[in-house]
C-alpha cells in the first residue's frame, strides 16, 4: 500500500533558523505532490504543490520543496522561519490520476521568538 | 464564495447516538471527501465521492455512511457513535480527484 512517511515529529526552531522538513513516498509511479499547513485553530491550507515540470516547487510565505525523483522524496525548505510558522505541516500524495490522496502523520513546526 | 462550510463546529455525543455531519462547498467542485484527524495520525480517509450520485470508501470506513445527492452537499452519517470516533473530521472538495483540496473548519466530535 502507498504511504507517506514525515521524518519529524517535532520540530522546534528559533527565528531565523533555516527548516528543512523531509517527506518521503513509497509509490514507484506517477505521483502528484502536495504540502499543507494547519496554523493552530485553523484548517488545512496548501502551502504548494508538484504535477510535473520543474522539481523545484515554490509556494507561499517564502516556502519551497524539491521533489527528487529517484528518492522518492518532496522535502519542505524555507530559508528563514518566523514565529508565526509555528503550524504543523503535512505532506500527501496522490497516486496517478485516479488515487485518493494520502497524508503523512504531520510534523508540528513550534518557533521561538 | 464561501468555500466549503461545515457544521456542528463541536459537537458531543453519548455512544450509541447517531448523528449527521454536514458539509456544503459552493464552487462547483465534483470530488469531495471527509477525514478524520487525530493526534500522531495524520488525515485519514473516510468516504469520498467523485460526482452526484458516487461515492466510495476511504481508508476508515466503518460506523460512517455518507451520500451524494447533489454537487454542493456531502453529510457523513455516524450510525451509532463509539467512543473511537473521538475525532475531529475534516470535509475537503476540489475540481478533479486530482487536484488541490479546498479544506473546510472541521468539526470536532467527542463521544462519551
Known amino acids: 500500500a502507498q504511504s507517506v512517511s514525515q521524518h519529524n515529529h517535532h520540530v522546534i526552531l528559533s527565528e531565523a533558523a533555516s527548516l528543512e522538513l523531509g517527506c518521503n513516498y513509497s509509490y514507484g509511479g506517477t505521483v502528484n505532490l502536495f504540502w499543507y499547513v494547519q496554523y493552530p485553530g485553523q484548517h488545512l491550507q496548501l502551502l504548494l504543490k508538484y504535477f510535473s515540470g520543474d522539481p523545484l516547487v515554490k509556494g507561499i510565505k517564502g516556502f519551497e520543496a524539491e521533489f527528487i525523483k529517484s528518492k522518492f522524496s518532496f522535502n519542505l525548505r524555507k530559508p528563514s522561519v518566523q514565529w508565526s510558522d509555528t503550524a504543523e505541516y503535512f505532506c500527501?500524495?496522490?497516486?496517478?490520476?485516479?488515487?485518493?490522496?494520502?497524508f503523512g502523520k504531520g510534523t508540528k513546526l513550534s518557533v521561538k521568538p | 464564495n464561501a468555500g466549503v462550510t461545515q457544521t456542528p463546529k463541536f459537537q458531543v455525543l453519548k455512544t450509541g447516538q447517531s448523528m449527521t455531519l454536514q458539509c456544503a462547498q459552493d464552487m462547483n467542485h465534483e470530488y469531495m471527501s471527509w477525514y478524520r484527524q487525530d493526534p500522531g495520525m495524520g488525515l485519514r480517509l473516510i468516504h469520498y465521492?467523485?460526482?452526484?450520485?458516487?461515492?466510495d470508501q476511504g481508508e476508515v470506513p466503518n460506523g460512517y455512511n455518507v451520500s451524494r445527492s447533489t454537487t454542493e452537499d456531502f453529510p457523513l452519517r455516524l450510525l451509532s457513535a463509539a467512543p473511537s470516533q473521538t475525532s475531529v473530521y475534516f470535509c475537503?472538495?476540489?475540481?478533479?480527484?486530482?487536484?488541490?483540496?479546498?479544506f473546510g473548519p472541521g468539526t470536532r466530535l467527542t463521544v462519551l
Open positions: 475537503a472538495s476540489s475540481y478533479k480527484r486530482v487536484d488541490t483540496q479546498y
Open positions: 465521492s467523485v460526482g452526484a450520485g458516487i461515492t
Open positions: 500527501a500524495v496522490n497516486r496517478g490520476s485516479q488515487g485518493n490522496l494520502i
